[in-house]
Nanobody, 114 residues
Framework: QVQLVESGGGLVQPGGSLRLSCAAS????????MGWYRQAPGKERELVAR????????HYADSAKGRFTISRDNAKNTVSLRMDNLKPEDTAMYYC???????WGQGTQVTVSS
């Protein structure tokens, strides 16, 4: 069975950093584009970043450009999101998702507050 397990969320002050990780299992990880999505209270789920199967091509939401970095390690079946210079508006539940939309994880909460 496909499993996506996120970790690394928490409470951080504005300007701080977090690194989110997603451990994948149950499918051929290196065959799929992966993405990080987030959903804040009262808002729709949005794509934050995605990375192709080889890790060669990445895409970021405008709000994440220059601050977030997505990466993957196909040998370990993991995809990560480094988040720098965090802002209160980054507060959301963050989800790891197979980009075909078929599977997603349980989410990890990121709260940015002073």
């Amino acid at each position: 069975q496909v499993q996506l397990v996120e970790s690394g969320g928490g409470l951080v002050q504005p300007g701080g950093s977090l690194r989110l990780s997603c451990a994948a299992s149950g499918f051929l990880f290196n065959h799929y584009t992966m993405g990080w999505y987030r959903q804040a209270p009262g808002k729709e789920r949005e794509l934050v970043a995605r990375i192709d199967s080889t890790g060669s091509i990445t895409h970021y939401a405008d709000s994440a450009k220059g601050r977030f970095t997505i990466s993957r390690d196909n040998a370990k079946n993991t995809v990560s999101l480094r988040m720098d210079n965090l802002k209160p508006e980054d507060t959301a539940m963050y989800y790891c998702m197979r980009h075909d939309g078929t599977y997603w994880g349980q989410g990890t909460q990121v709260t940015v507050s002073s």
